[in-house]
């Protein structure tokens, strides 16, 4: 049943991609050129982005293999639930927009680390840039690319290593053009990742139909529906084997929040994207993008539902794996195999198309903190524009260069890639998003709290992780703060863990804060906040509202 072989009409319709894609982002590159290569030009596109190049360049960068591939694994594993990561990113990116947005615009903010160095210190900020470089590389760009390689190879037959290389080269060559090239370059990679998603969701359901007594697409879904039902829990309850992922309601009003104000709010690889932009400009891009948001799992989760159903009955044979072998990470692959000459092509290039864009965001994201927060402060404070431009571009393919070499022995494949990045992610997020809203939203905060938010956070978040080992977390079960694992341990599941050391960190801030208050150097280190750069314009109000009462209407049919 599966045809594993790529056609010449699917290597056409790849080719046609790449050639458009390339050829797109070189009259972009020629026709936005200016006279001097300003460093905030080509890092930010300063002035350049529209609205809707702002809003597609976040999804772009956002969406990647580890969506693809990972959650439509969840989505085969656990079912619709695992969609509350892309679900409260659009409630998550309304906030961003209200209340991070103004702060960064008003103090023209352009890294997060010139955020830290301006309301704290100069150490602080530092520490971060170091902290986020290797974060990206080792791992966001490593899993981004390896999880992207093994997809490209598992369709089109190719070594993963040349996948590796040839994916590396694309993203490389897209962002040495700079942010206006990869923004440009992004609305259409949007477009073929959607449009490539909707088709392989589109023949998932029908390819679910036909084996159910036909109906077509809504046939399809009226089945998983009907033989899945559990697939369909929005919310799991205690006794659920999934409840350690995704603990109850601490994914709507607890860890989850944490994770996406976090995500889309503190990370230079997302938010770069509008801070080159007015706000109004800025509000209106990211409003887009959540709008975007909404429909993201339709594109990367009913494909692993499907999936599941398909392998339950057999249709998909072996391809799954047998027993306990079954990886739930092939879903998406193996739905791909599925496809017929030529839309297969046009998966292959939104597939392709995601990694890249992502790949693409990182490594710029990646060369402005470096050449920005470390080079110009510690090695050359008087560098040109030219050669801040150069030295990115050399930090660009440095980074490349580094996560192909190490990105196969990192591990990502033996775990779910998305649960891969969110995990380690996860032991640092509570302690900066602790960070960036005492010092927005404090102004006693100190530079000695937010020392400890970067490194009590990460402690405790280790403590927490091993804690099951070292005592019997049982008496937590009756709050639904510790289930039992595979072996019976109680663990604490990861998003109440970081709920746990956000609330801790909190309180570890203030308390330092209110003992050791700011010594006279500190006063002047602050941003300027107004209850008045809040307001928003009647659209986005409206545009907000929208996408919040499309949440409600989703949980409360499928809760």
Known sequence: MQNTAFSSLDTFVFFVYFVIVAGYGYWVYKRKQRSTSASHDYFLAEGSL?????????????ISAEQFIGMSGSGFKMGMAI?????????????????????????????????????????????????????YVVVNLTAILYLGALAISSIAGIDVWACMLFLAVFAAVITLGGMKVIGY????????????????????????????????????????????????????ARDNPNYLDLPGLSILIGGMLIVNLNYWGCNQYIIQRALGADLHTARKGILFAAFLKMLMPVIVVLPGIAAFVLHQQGALGA????????????????????????????????????VVA???????????????????????????????????????????????????????????????IQEYTGFVSPGILAMFLMGFFWKPTTAAAAMFATIGGFVGSIILKVLPAMM????????????????????????????IVFIAVIIGMVV?????????????????????????????????AIICIGLVAIYAVWW
Request: with cysteine.
């Open 512 to 544: 330092i804060s209110k003992l050791f208050p700011k010594k006279a150097a500190e006063e002047g280190k602050r941003v300027e906040v107004d209850a008045r750069m809040f307001k928003v314009q009647p659209g986005f109000a409206l545009g907000a």
């Open 472 to 499: 019997d977390l049982s008496f937590l079960a009756p709050i639904g703060f510790a289930v039992p694992n595979a072996a019976g341990i109680y663990e604490i599941p990861f998003l109440d863990r970081m709920l």
């Open 185 to 236: 370059t992004d609305v259409i990679q949007v477009f073929c990742l959607v449009a490539g998603g909707l088709v392989t969701t589109w023949l998932a359901l029908d390819l679910v139909a036909a084996h159910n007594g036909g109906g077509g697409v809504a046939g399809g879904f009226n089945h998983l529906l009907g033989v899945a039902p559990g697939h369909f829990d929005m919310v799991f």
């Open 50 to 62: 529209t609205w809707w190049a702002i809003g597609a360049s976040m999804i772009a960068s956002n």
């Open 358 to 420: 992502s790949l693409a965001g990182k490594a710029n994201s990646i060369a402005t903190i470096y050449t920005f927060d470390i080079h110009k402060k510690h090695f050359n404070k008087d560098v040109s524009e030219q050669r801040m431009v150069w030295i990115g571009r050399v930090t660009v393919v440095v980074a490349m260069l580094l996560a192909v070499l190490i990105a196969p022995y990192m591990g990502i494949d033996k775990k779910g890639g998305f649960q891969y």
């Open 319 to 354: 391809a799954m794996g047998l027993g306990s072998e079954v990886n739930p990470d092939r879903a998406y692959p193996v739905l791909l195999t599925l496809l017929p000459s030529g839309l297969k092509g046009i998966a292959f290039a939104a597939l392709t198309a995601a």
């Open 83 to 135: 969609a509350v990561y892309e679900l409260m990113a659009a409630f998550t990116l309304i906030l961003v927009a209200v209340f991070f947005m103004p702060v960064y615009r008003k103090n023209r903010i352009y890294t997060m680390p010139q955020f830290l160095e301006q309301r704290y210190s100069g150490s602080v900020s530092t520490i971060m840039a170091i902290f986020w470089l290797s974060l």
